[in-house]
């Protein structure tokens, strides 16, 4: 049976809108979003560096060049960002017996002298170990054209300010780097190639980063005579910047590092590697909202309880991966989907209950934080059946939400309140799992992360920090 929870959406609101983010996977299920990367980048370097090249390794890694983009703009030093795919397509990776994979030749693996590992990532590594000075042009062409995948998948994206395409990976062994690098899976042979590819690059050891999974400290054992120095692990809190104590300690680091460099030399290089995902993420602004300030975001009270959020074919499809629909080819979730809001006022505390598409999705403890809070709720099994087969939602593209609680109020955080400092993230979400799949095919094992089939699904249909 279906509840009525009242889902009238008010027409007060001055704007009301519904984005696409991709996010990193951080160990401890915490997600890195393009946009929070994208403010502790501009924080940590931006007026600092001469040159800055952001690489990132991950399936729908798009917004990241978005986001980033946007936020360096007006910078003065020259900056890109490479991503290996927009936010609609998966990074394939593979690891074969033989140095040819669907007619592409790959990056023979460090970890195994029997294997090769093939994909965008191997191809962009395997071009910075063949040529070390190679401009950030040629690396994204190089890993564009060998990597394996179907045409059509290959979406990687390369944003640049004027000539940023043009500069190299390492000035000299002054530059810095920071290689941020999670995967929650053994090691694959291409942390430990990247590791020596910046070296030849010409970046010293000790002005490599190198952060890997939840390895605190110590060598990623490969089995040669050089391991590749881990320094730290690749959390959320050591890489974006958050105002707590310790937060973005990776990217202050590398601030350090320009700030002693010479003028015209300040050069540094952010690589990051992780599984991938996409959220759907909406804000909403009060009516005659005034740009810059806070306290503007949506008020929900116990009557004035809803919102909607809109959808699209690339996230229903992921969104429902293991349960229900077509799936994705070979490709299984590694986590649960998620609901998601962020707060920047309490005036309530206890317990809220979260409705979609009139169905009890779980409950979270509101704080009461004057300051407010980001909660997320994990989504079974049973609650995704009900939307698939029993829901509007694949008929409308729509989700209709509905915060329960008996009393009191909340406002949900926008990103003026996000770039101003009062909260770490914005907006209502819901989150597609991360997913990961092992392929068994003659002497081969593919890594995927999360790929999307584009076409709209036929059938109709708490935790907290």
């Not at 990532?121 to 395997?126: H, N, Q």
């Not at 959320?236 to 707590?244: F, V, W």
């Not at 077509?326 to 006022?345: I, S």
């Not at 939307?387 to 926008?414: M, N, P, Q």
């Amino acid at each position: 049976m279906v509840l009525g929870l009242g889902l009238a959406v008010p027409d007060a609101l001055a704007e009301a809108v519904t984005e696409t983010h991709s996010y990193l996977q951080a160990p401890n299920d915490e997600k890195v979003f393009d946009y929070q990367l994208a403010e502790s980048i501009k924080k940590a370097l931006s007026g600092k560096f001469d040159d800055l090249t952001v690489v990132v390794s991950a399936c729908l890694s798009g917004g990241f060049a978005t986001e980033i983009g946007a936020k360096l703009k007006d910078d003065a030093g020259k900056w890109s960002i490479t991503t290996s795919r927009d936010q609609s397509k998966v990074e394939r990776f593979a690891e074969t017996d033989s140095s040819v994979y669907e007619r592409f030749a790959g990056l023979k693996s460090q970890t195994d002298p029997d294997k090769w590992i093939h994909g965008w990532e191997a191809i962009w590594i395997k071009q910075l170990l063949s040529n070390p000075k190679s401009t950030v042009q040629q690396l994204y062409d190089a890993a564009k054209s060998g990597d394996y995948d179907q045409p059509g998948a290959k979406t990687s994206r390369l944003q640049f300010s004027a000539a940023g395409n043009q500069s190299t990976v390492g000035l000299d062994e002054k530059s810095h780097s920071l290689v941020w690098y999670n995967y929650n899976r053994a090691a694959g042979a291409g942390a430990y190639q990247l590791y020596q590819g910046l070296i030849g690059a010409g970046f010293a050891d000790k002005r490599i980063l190198f952060a890997y999974d939840n390895l605190k400290g110590g060598d990623l054992a490969r089995g040669d005579e050089r391991p590749a120095p881990v320094d730290d692990d690749a959390t959320k809190k050591n890489l974006i910047i958050d105002g707590t104590a310790g937060s973005g300690k990776l990217l202050l680091e590398v601030a350090k590092g320009l700030d002693a460099a010479d003028k015209g030399r300040k050069k540094a290089t952010i690589y990051l590697g992780s599984d991938g995902n996409i959220a759907e993420v909406k804000q909403e602004k009060v009516g005659n909202p005034q740009p810059g300030e806070a306290r503007q975001g949506r008020v929900f009270t116990p009557t004035d309880n809803a919102t909607r959020l809109e959808l699209d074919p690339t996230f229903i499809n992921a969104f429902f991966v293991d349960v229900a629909g077509p799936g994705l080819p070979d490709l299984h979730r590694a986590g649960l989907p998620q609901f998601r809001w962020t707060t920047a006022e309490e005036a309530y505390s206890g317990r809220v209950d979260v409705y979609i598409e009139g169905y009890l999705a779980g409950s979270a403890d509101m704080l009461g934080r004057s300051g407010g809070a980001e909660y997320w709720i994990d989504l079974s099994d049973r609650l995704l059946l009900d939307l698939y087969y029993r829901s509007s939602l694949l008929g409308d593209l729509v989700a209709d939400i509905a915060f329960k609680f008996h009393e009191g109020s909340f406002r949900v955080a926008t990103d003026w309140d996000f770039e101003l400092g009062r909260a770490d993230s914005y907006g209502v979400a819901l989150v597609a799992p991360p997913l990961r799949s092992t392929v068994p095919e003659a002497g081969t094992l593919a890594l995927l992360g999360l790929g999307l089939a584009a076409s709209l699904l036929s059938q109709r249909t708490a935790s907290r920090r």
